[in-house]
């Protein structure tokens, strides 16, 4: 059994998986979106001066303090907008899958049964039964 061969099929399966797909096409419309554009550049823009600032030999306190109010009111309207909050639930669909891959991965590789080892969820996170808390 070729493990590099296995994972690259994993590789293709998580590809044809519909959380996936909806995270490329959610990433592809941040991507198109004017609105998202034009925040990543004052974003960029805003962290481009914080840094030149910060590297005189005098930083100027005040304007790195305007500077990063600038940058949190920026990213919070960012992350405000439709497109980016969908593209933020997807990648967070992604993260979760690929975290709950890998710990199946883990356990098996120490030794427990890989076809009944069943990560447990981590603290906070919901697992799937009501019986071990109040619900959500």
């Known amino acids: 059994m070729?493990?590099?061969a296995l994972t690259r099929q994993l590789g293709a399966a998580i590809q044809e998986d519909e959380r996936y797909k909806n995270?490329?096409?959610r990433k592809e419309a941040s991507e198109k979106d004017p609105?998202?554009?034009d925040m990543m550049a004052k974003i960029e823009e805003i962290r481009t001066q914080?840094?030149?600032e910060?590297?005189?030999a005098t930083p100027d306190e005040k304007l790195m303090g305007k500077l990063d109010k600038d940058f949190q009111n920026v990213y919070t309207a960012l992350m405000c907008t439709e497109v980016m909050a969908q593209y933020e639930e997807s990648?967070?669909?992604i993260d979760n899958m690929m975290n709950y891959l890998m710990q199946i991965l883990y356990l098996c590789v120490n030794g427990e049964d890989p076809q009944t080892c069943e990560p447990q969820p981590a603290e906070g996170e919901c697992g799937g039964s009501c019986s071990s808390c109040a619900g959500c």
């Open 2 to 4: 070729d493990v590099v």
């Open 35 to 37: 609105e998202v554009q």
């Open 23 to 25: 995270f490329i096409a």
């Open 91 to 93: 990648r967070q669909e």
């Open 50 to 52: 914080f840094q030149a």
């Open 54 to 56: 910060s590297m005189n």
